[in-house]
């Protein structure tokens, strides 16, 4: 069963057409590598597809849920319960520990619960770092507790917007590796968006996006 | 008029038809059905009490069987608390027979005929009012199908229980019976409670344990003085008044959270734990809204919206013979059933009384201040004279006979064209009476 589907899948704002008619399969366990220059689509499509925008037309179904017939309560309990988002720039709240942080993405999706979230920061490498805040640690370890804080709820969708635009070639690798272990684990759908083809190969397949248009996708791996 | 003065209790009916069927959604029909035929059972049985028995018998019997729901519901509670602590984690006989359609109607009909019996208390002259019962029941049977419609467009997580449910009905109870003074049972408990502890603190002064010694400094004897004080009745009612509602809030807080250990994925555990959470939650709803229904009685019998009869007490001389002389058919009817005050002053000294003509048809007179309360006097309302300190409601059958809060008897002699008595023996009987009775500060009116 594909884990996304999608049909005709638009978004415009006014007269601009930001993702045109779009038909889109990604099965279950997938890795999506989404490549394009900017303006080209590729974070409208996160967006739709991580139910944090609505389609203008078309059909978009994720994880066997129709996301245009979500009420916003619906759609907050998909975003809750299905996805989880690493962006770019951390996000993280700069007053909170990096295990509060991950805490915090427990109580938004039902209780904290601090053994859990210690094991998942210990999980990404960071059980020596649960009581720093975010200003302490480096870009790679910023971005390994949003890994945790984004895999704590299990998703079965992982979107990663660029997660690796701001660190260096050492962090970049780390990163992906431990995307790579926790997928192997987990067993969710990652889609990720990035500029660089040297990531863009660590996913199983990868699609080209220009002015809102599908233009290639090629398998990076059988 | 008498829809309106039926709005608290008819209310009370319809909330406790809605939770009824919220806390038996699988046998909404069992308990509609059951929650009608009380109600109209209830009416019917009162209004046949009300032709064959005394009307205070009558006013008694649901007063009982009122303060009995109260009862239950501290029970119930106290049971609630219990069961929170875990001890005994298999579920018990009584649990399970509450999940049974049989007890459900049960309750159900209980419930219903307690409220018709209230609703019927609150129809005037029910010795015969046929009419206006049928209407009654008519009404009730109505709001259970608005209930039942109700019931259906409540969100599903707000759930309800059993303890919480029993706690509400009671407090709705209770709301509708403190509407009607004669069927309050706050004014009483109080009451109650004042008695015992004035008593309990005599008895600890009888038997030494508190002595009246040097070593007590005063500030500790204005403590001690607190106990002996009116409001004692009022705060210790307030806490026996409470603490059922509030011991089934502790009691949900209490729960203990189900078992999560055995699920693998921690998002699954915490989403059991947290759905587990929000439904503690919800059924805190029932009892924080007991709370409130209670805190409503209590405002109903501080404030009745009745208005008592209580006029200015008159002047009244006596002649140089130490008479004194009220005609029947006089400045007022001494025959027109209502109380009649007037003020005696003689050498310095004065004496309230009042004259009545009882529901038999027999004239009394007697001070307005009794053998036990400060004399605040009285006022009268819907078949009942009421004391003013202690709130106790007096039956008008019983006026003129001595004891209890009774007013004191004056003895006089009633001859055709009027009542007599002597003005030195009614002043005695005044001194004699707020002597033990009156505070310096806050003696009579």
Not at chain 2, 62 to 79: C, H, I, K, M, N
Not at chain 2, 161 to 166: F, N, V, W
């Amino acid at each position: 069963m594909a884990t996304i589907e999608t049909s005709g899948l638009t978004r415009s704002y006014g007269d601009i057409c930001a993702l045109k008619p779009l038909d889109l399969q990604v099965p279950e366990g997938e890795w999506l590598s989404v490549m394009g220059h900017s303006g080209s689509g590729k974070s409208t499509l996160m967006n739709l597809v991580g139910g944090l925008d609505r389609p203008s037309a078309g059909s978009l179904r994720v994880g066997g849920k129709d996301l245009l017939g979500l009420s916003e309560d619906g759609l907050a309990r998909f975003r809750r319960e299905f996805v989880g988002i690493i962006f770019q720039q951390h996000h993280l709240v700069p007053y909170l520990s990096a295990v509060e942080n991950v805490m915090m993405a427990q109580y938004f999706h039902s209780v904290p619960d601090e053994a859990e979230a210690r094991t998942a920061l210990e999980r990404v490498g960071l059980g020596h770092r649960l009581r720093n805040r975010p200003g302490e640690l480096s870009g790679g370890e910023q971005q390994r507790v949003c890994i945790a804080r984004a895999i704590i709820n299990s998703p079965k969708l992982l979107l990663g917007d660029e997660p690796t635009g701001n660190l260096d070639h050492k962090s970049t690798v780390m990163v992906l590796e431990l995307l790579k272990e926790l997928r192997a684990e987990e067993r969710f759908t990652i889609i990720m968006v990035t500029h660089n083809q040297e990531v863009a190969v660590w996913g199983d397949r990868t699609i080209y996006l220009d002015d809102g248009v599908l233009v290639r996708e090629e398998r990076t791996r059988p | 008029m008498v829809a309106l003065k039926l709005i608290p209790q008819i209310l009370s009916w319809a909330v406790i038809a809605l939770v009824l069927l919220r806390g038996f959604p699988r046998y909404r029909t069992t308990v509609s059905a059951a929650a009608c035929s009380g109600f109209a059972l209830g009416a019917a049985g009162m209004l046949a009490l009300f032709r064959f028995l005394p009307g205070e018998l009558c006013f008694g019997l649901a007063r009982d069987v009122v303060g009995g729901t109260f009862l239950l519901a501290w029970g119930v509670s106290v049971a609630a608390v219990y069961r929170s602590t875990g001890r005994e984690k298999a579920m018990s006989w009584g649990e399970r027979i509450a999940q049974t359609p049989p007890f459900a109607a049960a309750l159900a009909l209980a419930s219903g005929f307690i409220a018709g019996a209230v609703c019927a208390c609150r129809i005037p002259g029910s010795e015969g009012n046929l009419l206006a019962c049928l209407i009654l029941v008519l009404a009730g049977v109505a709001l259970v199908f608005a209930a039942l419609a109700l019931e259906r467009v409540l969100p599903a997580s707000f759930t309800v229980s059993l303890p919480g449910l029993l706690v509400l009905v009671a407090a709705l109870l209770l709301l509708g019976s403190s509407s009607i003074i004669r069927l309050d049972l706050f004014a009483p408990l109080t009451m109650k409670v004042m008695k015992f502890t004035h008593d309990f603190v005599h008895q600890f002064f009888e038997s030494m344990l508190i002595p009246d010694h040097l070593f007590i400094r005063p500030y500790l004897w204005g403590y001690i003085g607190l106990l002996f004080g009116k409001e004692v009745g009022f705060w210790g009612g307030l806490v026996i008044w409470f603490v059922p509602a509030l011991l089934i809030v502790l009691a949900i807080r209490l729960e203990r959270l189900p078992q999560v250990s055995h699920i693998r994925q921690g998002a699954a555990r915490r989403r059991v734990t947290a759905a587990a959470i929000r439904a503690r939650g919800f059924r805190l709803v029932v009892p924080v809204l007991a709370v409130a229904v209670l805190s409503g009685a209590v405002y109903r019998s501080r404030y009745p919206s009745v208005e008592y009869w209580d006029p200015k007490p008159m002047p009244i001389l006596a002649s140089p013979s130490g008479e004194i002389f009220i005609p029947k058919k006089g400045e007022v009817n001494l025959e027109d059933g209502q109380l009649h005050k007037y003020l005696f002053k003689q050498g310095g000294k004065e004496a309230r009384f009042f004259v009545l003509m009882t529901p038999e048809g027999k004239l009394t007179v007697d001070l307005d201040a009794c053998a036990i309360c400060k004399p605040d006097g009285y006022g009268q309302a819907e078949g009942t004279v009421i004391c003013y300190y202690c709130k106790t409601l007096i039956p008008l059958e019983t006026v003129g006979k001595p004891g209890g809060c009774n007013p004191v008897p004056v003895p006089f002699t009633e001859k055709d064209d009027g009542v007599h008595l002597d003005g030195l023996t009614l002043i005695n009987t005044w001194s004699g009476t707020i002597q033990s009775t009156a505070r310096p500060k806050e003696g009579g009116k």
